[in-house]
C-alpha cells in the first residue's frame, strides 16, 4: 500500500479473536486505508468550515462542523478496530495523506456552493470506499467490521443526501431569480 513495505507497521499483536493471522493482517490493511481515507475527508471538511462565508452561509459552516464531529468518532472507531485485530493504526496526517483514495482539496474556494460540490464529491468518493469494503471485509470474515463499515456508510449517506439538497436548493435560487428578472 502507497510504497510502505509493511502497511500493517509492525507484525501483528497475538489476539483471540478467532480470525486467521492472513485474514487479520488484510482487515488491518483495508481497516487503515479507510482510517487515513476518513482522516484526510476530515481535514478537508474542515478547510471548508473554515472558509466558507459565514455571512452568506452559516448554515454550510453549521452542517461542514457538524459532519467533521461525526468523522471523529468513526476515526476512532477505525482505529480501535484495527488495534482490537492486533494491528498498529496509522493515524498521523502525513500518513493520512498518503493512504487516501481523495483527491487534494481545491484552496480557491468562495462560494458555498463550490464547498458543498466539492465535499459531496468526497463524501461520494467516501460512501463508496465503505461500500466496498462492507463487502470486502465480509468475504473475508469479518462480520463486526463489516457492520462497522455499514453503519459508516448509513451516516455518510444521509449527510451526503443533505449536501444535495444544498445544491438543488442553490440552483433553485438561481432559477426563482433569473425568473425574476426576465
Known sequence: MNGSSEPRGKSLDQTEI????????QLIDILNQTLATTIDLKTQIKQAHWNVDITKSY????LFNEIAIELDLYIDLLA???TTLGGLAIGTARSAAG??????????????????SSIAER???YGNLLWENIDR???LGDADTAYLY???SMVVDKRLWFLDAHLVSSVLQVDHQLAEYN
Do not use: M
Not at 478467532?18 to 493482517?25: G, K, T
Not at 448554515?59 to 453549521?62: G, S, V, Y
Not at 493512504?99 to 458543498?116: A, F, Q
Open 18 to 25: 478467532s480470525l486467521p493471522l492472513q485474514v487479520r493482517a
Open 59 to 62: 448554515n454550510l459552516h453549521e
Open 80 to 82: 480501535q478496530r484495527v
Open 99 to 116: 493512504l487516501s483514495v481523495l483527491p487534494e482539496y481545491p484552496l480557491n474556494i468562495i462560494e458555498g456552493k463550490d464547498h458543498v
Open 123 to 125: 463524501l461520494a468518493i
Open 137 to 139: 471485509t465480509a468475504i
Open 150 to 152: 455499514a453503519e459508516v
